[in-house]
């Protein structure tokens, strides 16, 4: 047992505790094909008129995004358009969409994209309202704690969650990824319009969808910050990927795959939002630092190998979820049987079970990075050392 388990375990008992007090709630949501043109009564509604949009320049050019600015022209709101947020947003786009804010007078967000704009929009509020502080000083838990302007965030890809979720993820110096999480990160309103997806490529869909997955599972294994609707969301959204995302890598213009999984990744936000995630996220967010690699390609490469290392001690909450998708059998065999299923999942949509590239020189700094992220904040089944992490990280190199 790592000489830090027991005080991650007392950290984790004492946080489940004070979670039960905090004022937690889930964005309100608009949903359905065209539910992107209600947004000019949201705002209506809430009185906002000059919103930071932030979106890519493909979108921008995109018929609806063309036809929701007319529309709130036409109400009196003013859009400030960003459309410099890369993926794995750095902190340097984070100050840039904090300073187009002020600079435009500002007073709302609205973002569509995946999770990168979404993380950064959310980042850059944060430093709006705590201009004291560094996007360093705000990485961690609940260092925000100041309510932000009104934020929509409008989805484009279903995986991330980040519309439903208190986290949000940007890359500092030296490539290392920060995670910032706090209750008042998550948006006020989540659009899932299904018709904002369709366009989605094939690998872009399956690896977000993954990462949907892995939310999902990791919430799922939650030692203590569990609840009864988290784990409820996360079964949901197991069942819901495993039916649908086969189907929306198949036909990309099929509009219920696409709906469903767009509800699949906010209910597998709404559930890690509360539940956490776990040692997959660690290492894979060290992935992507480092070597650029997508996150839910990583996430989806990470998740096998990590559920596998954790043996016995996950055995009966999996084998529940592989009941979900039809696996019988003993409880040993339904949690085998899933772990098969992931990477037969996998396998079906093109993702590697390995990443060529992985330098064995990086995995003393990759398993710090892991462990300092992980511990004493995630409650996961198995609390990993420095030592254990990098074992792992070596079962990913090909």
């Known amino acids: 047992m790592p000489l830090q388990t027991l005080p991650c375990r007392a950290f984790q008992r004492g946080f489940a505790l004070g979670a039960r007090l905090l004022p937690w709630r889930t964005p309100t949501v608009l949903s359905g094909a065209g539910s992107l043109l209600k947004l000019p009564d949201v705002f209506s509604r809430e009185g906002a008129s000059r919103p930071l949009v932030v979106a890519s320049r493909r979108q921008c050019a995109d018929e609806r995004f063309l036809a929701l600015c007319a529309a709130l022209e036409g109400r009196g709101v003013r859009p400030s358009v960003f459309s410099g947020v890369e993926p794995d947003p ?92 706090d209750l008042c990160l998550i948006p006020r309103y989540a659009v899932l319009d299904p018709t904002l997806t369709l366009s989605l490529p094939p690998a872009v ?114 084998a529940r979820l592989g009941s979900l998708i039809g696996l019988t059998g003993t409880e040993r065999e339904r949690a085998v049987g899933l772990l098969a299923a992931i990477r037969a999942l996998n396998a079906s949509l093109g993702i590697p079970d390995r990443f060529d590239g992985i330098r064995g020189e990086d995995l003393p700094r990759m398993a710090a990075w892991a462990a300092a992220e992980a511990n004493p904040i995630y409650p996961v089944p198995v609390v990993y050392d420095q030592a254990r992490f990098r074992r792992v990280l070596e079962r990913l190199r090909a």
Request: aromatic share 6%; charged share 20%.
């Open 205 to 318: 869909t399956a690896q977000t969808g993954m990462d949907a997955l892995t939310h999902a599972v990791e919430a799922y294994l939650s030692l203590y910050y569990n609840t009864r609707e988290t784990r409820a969301l996360a079964e949901s959204a197991v069942r819901d990927i495993f039916r649908y995302l086969p189907v929306a890598c198949r036909d990309g213009q099929s509009l219920t795959a696409r709906e469903r999984m767009l509800r699949a990744s906010f209910d597998a936000g709404c559930a890690f939002t509360r539940a956490s995630v776990g040692n997959v996220h660690a290492i894979a967010h060290t992935l992507g630092g480092l070597y650029g690699i997508p996150h839910g390609l990583a996430c989806a490469v990470t998740l096998p190998v990590v559920l596998e290392d954790y043996g016995a001690a996950v055995h009966p909450r999996l």
């Open 90 to 181: 750095s902190v340097a786009a984070v100050e840039k969409l904090a300073a187009q804010y002020r600079a435009d007078g500002c007073d709302s967000f609205l973002v569509l994209g995946g999770g990168s704009p979404i993380d950064a929009a959310k980042v850059a509020a944060a430093r709006i309202v705590r201009p004291d502080k560094t996007v360093a000083q705000l990485g961690g838990l609940l260092k925000v704690r100041r309510p932000l302007p009104l934020f929509i965030a409008v989805p484009t890809t279903a995986g991330t969650g980040s519309e439903a979720t208190i986290a949000a993820v940007v890359t500092g110096e030296e490539h290392r990824k920060y995670a910032v999480s």
